[in-house]
Nanobody, 113 residues
């Protein structure tokens, strides 16, 4: 049974930093991604990382966010620097196995101006 546990969200002032973590268990995971959904908006991809370490970022976060993973711990991280009010959203971890896709419960990130 696959389980995802997210942590690290919170309230921060503009220009600040937060680090999100998502610990997965129960399978071997290929891609591990972070998505976000702001009120009234569609869920969007923020950053993605393959098992081999290749990364992909949304244009809006390039140069500010860094995704990384520890395969031994089945954990993916999102280091968020220079946060802006428009980064305010619920952030979701998503992981894929060879057969399925799983979502975390989401963690709120609020950036005040």
């Amino acid at each position: 049974q696959v389980q995802l546990v997210e942590s690290g969200g919170g309230l921060v002032q503009a220009g600040g930093s937060l680090r999100l973590s998502c610990a997965a268990s129960g399978s071997i995971f290929n891609a591990m991604d972070w998505y976000r959904q702001a009120p009234g908006k569609q869920r969007e991809l923020v950053a993605a990382i393959t098992r081999g370490g290749s990364t992909n970022y949304a244009d809006t976060v390039k140069g500010r966010f860094t995704i990384s993973r520890d395969n031994a711990k089945n954990t993916v991280y999102l280091q968020m620097n220079s946060l802006k009010p428009e980064d305010t959203a619920v952030y979701y971890c998503r992981v894929t196995t060879y057969t399925n896709t799983y979502w975390g419960q989401g963690t709120q990130v609020t950036v005040s101006s």
